[in-house]
């Protein structure tokens, strides 16, 4: 049995059905970096208050060092009976350096030492996802210069609407995928790296102490993190170990990411129908079928439509168990891990996956076209025509209304019908007037209130 960092009280030894259910080292190992590294901090904030001495220091940073180098060669194995990463940590130190590792938890508690890692692992995971949405926006931005003319048909309630520019269509997903940086951007910036709340309370170490530039003590091994941070001491002890709305902010934000992703893949599906033939998903991001020889599926955009469930759920998941807790910290917040390292993962998956498959992506502007003849897409560049008529706005709405059923009822397109006809509707709609505006080209050019 691994020994625990706490125990001196108990007279009988946990049961093994206690242990299997409250262990968390099956996930939160993820968080071993960022552990190692707070214990840096940690060590170097001791030999300052005077509870190590310089020798006592640097063995316990080699020791911990040498630990994150196993750790980087993939020949870290946690064990199946330790109770958490910090724990097995602790336990491993203790081999290299001796007994000289129980002093490494003095003025520490696994409650802040969580909260320290979960908010560097995030620092880093906000980085990278920041990165991959980064990608993917240059990958559209780079479609939308490919395609800068085409025009298509724009949709309300799943119907022909107004024509619109496929750029303009697209680039709405570039946007979407801004606002999301800036959401992580926002929160990345509201990260504070603090220590000495001790397991509620605070320690006996003076909070200047505590403030440490981080650039400084990150060399060698320890150069993982990406961006620059200090850590300061905390401002309310009760706060930082009972918080965890960073968490239920990051996982909110990765849900919206996944909104996102799952319209721009249902667009997709959509467009790659044979009953749309807009667009043709490239076969490398496609999978066939195990019966139907003739199929080609779009697996992927499916998943991360499918995915934006699972968001949802770990979303769900984290605010309802903090809901009802009292201050402080409660074993109930150990179940924030898996929701918000799986939100990281999948979000970033998809991320990657839709990268690749919109680089490949080629749109059919021969079948757009022939979506285009549809009149009803003109409707309302007709009622405009009557309203610089000097038409009144209502009126002209049900003058081009009655024109469209009744072309839809007679089976005549409004190109075709007589002048006499147009005369039946009004005198002011001029045939040959009329067909200039039936142009889809026409249509988005007379949009001017959109900054171009």
Known sequence: MAKKLWGG???????????????????????????????????????????????????????????????????????????????????????????????????????????????????????????????????????????????????????????????????????????????????????????????????????????????????????????????????NSLDLVSDRDFVIEIVGALSLVATHLSRLAEDLIIWSTKEFDFVEVDEAFCTGSSLMPQKKNSDVLELIRGYSGRLYGNLVSVLTMMKGLPLTYNRDMQLDKEPLFNSFEIVSSELKVLTGLIATLKFNAAKIEEQLKDESLYATDLVYYLVDKKIPFKNAHTIIGKLVKYSIDNDISIKDMPESLFRKFSDKLIKKEIVKLLDPLVSVKSKKSIKR
């Open 9 to 235: 009280r108990f007279s009988k030894k946990t049961d093994p059905l206690v242990e299997e259910f409250t262990k968390s080292i099956q996930y939160d190992h993820k968080l071993a970096k960022y552990d190692l590294l707070g214990s840096i901090f940690h060590v170097r904030v001791l030999e300052k208050a005077g509870y190590l001495n310089k020798g006592e220091a640097d063995k316990l940073e080699q020791g911990l060092g040498d630990i994150l180098r196993i750790l980087k060669n993939k020949s870290f194995q946690v064990g199946a009976s330790d109770e958490d990463i910090h724990t097995y940590i602790q336990n491993l130190l203790q081999k290299k350096v001796g007994d000289l590792a129980l002093k490494l938890h003095t003025a520490r508690s696994r409650n802040d030492q969580v909260v320290f890692s979960t908010k560097l692992y995030c620092k880093n995971a906000i980085r990278d996802t920041k990165g991959c949405i980064g990608e993917l926006i240059s990958v559209l931005l780079g479609l939308i210069s490919r395609n800068a003319g085409i025009i298509i048909p724009g949709f309300t309630h799943m119907q022909h609407a107004q024509p619109v520019y496929l750029k303009d269509y697209l680039f709405v997903y570039a946007q979407m995928l801004s606002r999301d940086t800036e959401r992580l951007e926002n929160i990345g910036q509201r990260l504070k790296i603090t220590m000495g709340a001790g397991a509620l309370a605070g320690t006996p170490i003076e909070a200047g102490k505590y403030a440490i530039e981080a650039g400084k003590l990150l060399k060698g091994e320890f150069k993982f993190i990406g961006e620059r941070f200090d850590i300061e001491a905390t401002v």
